[in-house]
């Protein structure tokens, strides 16, 4: 059974930082593409961000140069770094597991979730 942990999350100022975990266990980690999504209500879950085997990683235009992925294949965790985080960066925030080859950035195309973290930037 494959089970997604986070960790992390909570209240910064705007200009700060933040940084996400997400554990992974009962899937073969090397071979997953790992993704961070977030969802504020009313709107979609949106694509923040995904790294693959290999570890090469994607971003879109709304975080490229603050956010950073990372992941440690010996503790099969995946990170989210934010940096110089603004209050429009305030979501609950979902890693994503993607059992398939390649990156999507359509939160269908992701086979298991974590269970959200609140990031909530203050201005």
């Known amino acids: 059974q494959v089970q997604l942990v986070q960790s992390g999350g909570g209240l910064v100022q705007a200009g700060g930082s933040l940084r996400l975990s997400c554990a992974a266990s009962?899937?073969?980690?090397?071979?997953?593409?790992m993704a961070w999504f977030r969802q504020v209500p009313g709107k979609e879950r949106e694509f923040v961000g995904a790294i693959r085997s290999g570890d090469a990683t994607y971003y879109p235009d709304s975080v490229k140069g603050r956010f950073t992925i990372s992941r440690d294949n010996a503790k099969n965790t995946v990170y989210l770094q934010m940096n110089s985080l603004k209050p429009e960066d305030t979501a609950v925030y979902y890693c994503?597991?993607?059992?398939?080859?390649?990156?999507?950035?359509?939160?269908?195309?992701?086979?298991?979730w974590g269970q959200g973290t609140q990031v909530t930037v203050s201005s």
């Open positions: 994503a597991l993607r059992t398939f080859l390649g990156v999507q950035t359509t939160p269908s195309a992701y086979n298991y």
């Open positions: 009962g899937w073969t980690f090397t071979t997953a593409t």
